[in-house]
């Protein structure tokens, strides 16, 4: 619980990092996510607005569960 507070405490400099600096970012989404909700991930777009957002049919692990897609994501986006 403890990182997560701080991680919390952090969000609004993350954020205007994210405006200030507009990081080519991929945003990798497990739909079924009960602890991240797709609001959160869709909150990322208003600061990254070029940000590629990916929707897997997964639950909070997403990588756990969808390693091989996750991977041939991150080179799709990141291979230019």
């Known amino acids: 619980m403890r990182i997560t507070k701080t991680n919390v405490a952090l969000y609004d400099s993350w954020h205007q990092a994210f405006r200030n600096h507009r990081p080519k970012t991929l945003i990798v989404w497990g739909k079924n996510d009960p602890f991240f909700v797709p609001a959160g991930a869709e909150a990322y777009l208003a600061d990254l607005p070029d940000a590629?957002?990916?929707?897997?049919?997964?639950?909070?692990?997403?990588?756990?569960?969808?390693?091989a897609t996750v991977a041939a994501e991150i080179k799709?986006?990141?291979a230019s």
């Open 52 to 67: 590629r957002l990916v929707w897997l049919d997964a639950g909070h692990f997403v990588l756990d569960e969808n390693a």
């Open 76 to 78: 799709a986006s990141f």
